[in-house]
């Protein structure tokens, strides 16, 4: 079992940078495929970024997030520069088995947090 905290959402404005993060707890922490993901006001749960034997970007954040994790700590991280006000979201962190080739679908993720609210005003 894995439980997942996120932490680093709030308030920011277009343009500024926000630092997510997620600890992990239990053991095992880096044999997890770890992912983030947003989900806005009436919309669907979208992919944002996986960190597992390799990084993977969704298009439309590609060039200003950037997913880290550090296993000594147990925690992923989701640096988020240039923001826009359509990154506004609640973001939510997930944790999976690193060989899935699904890691765009929720599927692809057994376990996860309870979201972090990131707003980006005009």
């Known amino acids: 079992q894995v439980q997942l905290v996120e932490s680093g959402g709030g308030l920011v404005q277009a343009g500024d940078s926000l630092r997510l993060s997620c600890t992990a707890s239990?053991?095992?922490?880096?044999?997890?495929?770890m992912g983030w993901f947003r989900q806005a006001p009436g919309k669907e749960r979208e992919f944002v970024a996986r960190?597992?034997?390799?990084?993977f970007y969704a298009d439309s954040i590609k060039g200003r997030f950037t997913i880290s994790r550090d296993n000594a700590k147990n925690t992923v991280y989701l640096q988020m520069n240039s923001l826009k006000p359509e990154d506004t979201a609640v973001y939510y962190c997930?944790?999976?088995?690193?060989?899935?080739?699904?890691?765009?679908?929720?599927?692809?993720?057994?376990?996860w947090g309870q979201g972090t609210q990131v707003t980006v005003s005009s």
């Open positions: 997930a944790a999976g088995p690193i060989s899935s080739s699904e890691y765009r679908s929720l599927r692809a993720y057994n376990y």
């Open positions: 239990g053991r095992a922490f880096a044999t997890y495929a």
């Open positions: 960190f597992s034997r390799a990084t």
